[in-house]
């Protein structure tokens, strides 16, 4: 192994650049594109990624927010279903899994799946929540369970209930007071459950269960049966018909007493007899309300939906088709024909007049084709809602659905439901729901990119006393999404804000505090950043866990390294003083992974090496890479990434074959890792250093055998330069023309492939001037094209007219006009001319152009025009040609005065294709 000058070498060598790499990926990556190395174990990006759980915890919200608006429609069918889905998305927060479970209680109640709802509320982890009990005591009402249930609804505080849960506390308290025998304080309680239902048909639900409570709660004796039988036979017309209903009811009431077994048989046969006397197409209001009776007492059959069905086509007392609309979303006749009951939306959507609850049936009828993954269909439903009723109840609803179909989509159009979710959110009042949506929406700005937006709704959540989500995860969002919006210092106030707060964990805060250190340095601010950094990793740090104690020591020391801070020796002896002390505390060992230790004395050894580098401890520099190479930790990142910062150091001092054979031995070290592409690169460009075109091929070859590498582009790259260093102008045109075919056109280097092409193109046009039509043609396409980078078209442009310059005089004028159009298109219009990068190949190529046409000017005795040329390189700050401008100016009669830019040259025929 070969070593920097060992023993001999002390000063900085000035062209050496930390090695960079990246812990999380597992690649080195070049000099030429080195990277801030990042501490172990966390992202590698400038600023961390979202959490990888984040796109599902918003998948998660909009389905079980869906799930609940299905729940609310009268779909407890399909809210069972989107929940349950909702339920599936791995690493839920406890708290989000304790409400998608109460709410498919809720769905489960609905459905009369009282085990099943029982189980969603044996999985909730928090039974003391208002949420729960107010579910408990329900689900022991409905079991019977009296003396249970009014224990937990005493426990139950109404202001602690969200606006979709009230009506449910006050309809289990009637049920409490039917058992209790109270019938009018239990009518009080239904009323009450129906005022506050917060959707149409929950409140048609309400009223249905209002009217059976009216049914079930009167008085009834088998003497009262008797006189209300004998008077409905006795009396014709409607007074026969109001006792034939109060018979229903009483035989009703009776069975439900247990004292008429077969009382609710009876009741259902009463109100068919009176059916029989009412015409098919009567739309009397009397009649409806026969109809109606029979869907409240026999709610499951065929014949009770297709009355309930007359009842919406009659078009008479909406609140009587309300209830009618209610009772058919859980009918069975329905519920085992999803086709039917789409059948059925149709045509109530399609009746003429309009219908009156026709937002209601769009609502319903796009909630039923998102439960057949109709999604364009309801979407379509979804959007006549809110275009036809702007001021409907569902609007809300609808616009919830919409947000769903388009988070849901393929692509995903994360744009479209924030803003549908933005519109949501604007419409609610003030509370839980609120906030929730506001967290919902920050996190789809922020998967959406839109970190401005998201900023913004981060920085309102961390304001609540009690916010839906950790608000150490908030914060970290809400200091990346300022960070990524350009306010950094308002990320700094967030973060100290957040200092103060005791339910913020050490690491959320540490991950945020690393996005704003690493934002000062990319700020120039890098005694922001130390000052910043050693305010947590100082005397303080000693009461941090170990874990973030030491990651802290390590961040420290890394930065100083890559910013070859004079503090770096210092901050890397900490880091190793500290994981010395950790070393002899159990306590502390214990509390590591061992992965994550391994991590960090590899990292730390690497770190002594380079810090000492920086102040020129040659000895140290090798004594800490020696015993990492050798050592328990000879197979670790941090070994592979010593031996590519060596080897670039010995590249630095011009030893390239030493930087070769350190690349080879890691290459051979390491065969199957991401490092061993890296190695084959920098062995090739080592050997092509030295000149060695053949041995840097054979360097290639193994990195050119991937398909998945990042590096084989560039390696590609550098196949053709080399085969065209070796003449094999073919072999370097098939190199380049297989980039440009097989690889995507919008790959950054992809101008590189385009302008090795054209290159061979003008060996071969000057090997044989029957290619010279395709140099030609292809130099004057890279010229003209607007997928590539101004820097690119200007080379191109000098090399066409050096092309042209080498034929007849003809093609001698149409050089002087490809330079003239190369100066005038990108010199002289401001636009293109800002594009000219201060450190890119452009200006050298702008220079060339400049003189190559103020010489062929002189051929012709046009000094005026040469000196204007001249003029320009001055004027123009063009350093690389000032000097040269200069010395024939001096030359030149005439010369002293700067000149207009140069006319265009005299007209000639002009290339094919220009």
Known sequence: MMHVGRGAKTNFPGGWRAAGFILLGGLAVSAARAQVAMPPALPSAPLAPPPPDLAASVTADETAREGADALQMGLPDLAERLLTRALASPDLPAARRDKLNLDLASARLALAKDAAAKAALDAVTAPDSTAYVLRAGLLEARAGLWTEAAGHLARVQPDQLTAAERPWYYFTQGLLEDHAGHAAQANKFREQARDAATTPLQKAQFDAALYRGVIIAGDATPQLEQTLRQSAATNPGQPGILFAKQLAIVLELLY??????????????????????????????????????????????????????????????????????????????????????????????????????????????????????????????????????????????????????????????????????????????????????????????????????AADFYAALLLEPAPPQPRGALLFRAVESQLQAGRLEEAIKNLEAAAALNDVAPLDRWRAEWNVIRALRADGRDADAFARLDRLAGPSATALPTELRLRLRWLAARLAVDARDPSAVTRARALQEDLDLAARSPGDMAALPPDLWAQLQSNALLLRGQAAFLVGDMNEYHRAFDLLRAGEYKDSDASAYSMFDEARQLATDGNFAGAQTMMKELAQKFPLSDYAPEAYYEAALNAKARGQYQDALAQLGPLLRYTDKPLVYQGRLLYGELQRQL?????????????????????????????????????????????????????????????????????????????????????????????FNVIQSFLQNPATAAQLGAQGTGRYWMVRCLFALAELYEEKNQLDQAQKLYHLVIDRGFTEGQSTAESRLKKQPNASAPAPPPAAPAPAPVPAGA
């Open 727 to 819: 003449n094999n102008v073919p072999e370097a045109l098939a190199a380049y023309n297989s980039l440009l075919r097989d690889w995507p056109t919008d790959h950054p280097l992809r101008a590189r492939a385009a302008m090795g092409k054209a290159d061979c193109l003008v060996v071969l046009a000057v090997q044989d001037p029957a290619n010279r039509a395709a140099a030609v043609g292809e130099l004057e396409s890279l010229v003209s094209s607007k997928n590539l980078p101004v820097d690119a078209r200007v080379e191109a442009g000098f090399k066409l007219g050096n092309l042209l310059e080498s034929g007849d005089a003809t093609d001698r004028d149409h050089a002087a006009e490809a330079y």
């Open 256 to 453: 439900q007493r247990g004292a008429a077994p077969d009382g609710h048989a009876q009741a259902v046969a009463v109100v068919q007899d009176l059916l029989r006397t009412v015409r098919p197409d009567s739309q009397d209001p009397q009649d409806d309300d026969i109809r109606l009776l029979l869907g409240l007492l026999d709610k499951n059959s065929g014949r009770s939906a297709t009355e309930l069905e007359k009842i919406l086509k009659h078009q008479g007392d909406r609140h009587t088709m309300e209830i009618a609309l209610a009772l058919l979303q859980n009918n069975a006749f329905f519920g085992g024909n999803p086709a039917e009951m789409q059948q059925f939306y149709d045509d109530q959507i399609k009746q003429v007049p309009k219908h009156p609850l026709l937002d209601q049936l769009y609502l319903l009828r796009a909630q039923l084709a998102l439960d057949q993954n109709q999604s364009e269909v309801a979407d379509k439903y979804a959007q006549q809602l809110l275009q036809e009723f702007p001021g409907s109840p569902a609007r809300q609803a609808a616009l919830g659905l919409r947000a769903y179909i388009a988070w849901r989509s393929e692509p995903r159009l994360g744009g479209r439901a924030a803003d549908y979710v933005n519109q949501l959110r604007a419409e609610l009042p003030e509370g839980p729901d609120r906030v929730r949506l506001t967290a919902l929406l920050a996190d789809m700005y922020y998967l959406n990119g839109d970190y401005r937006n």
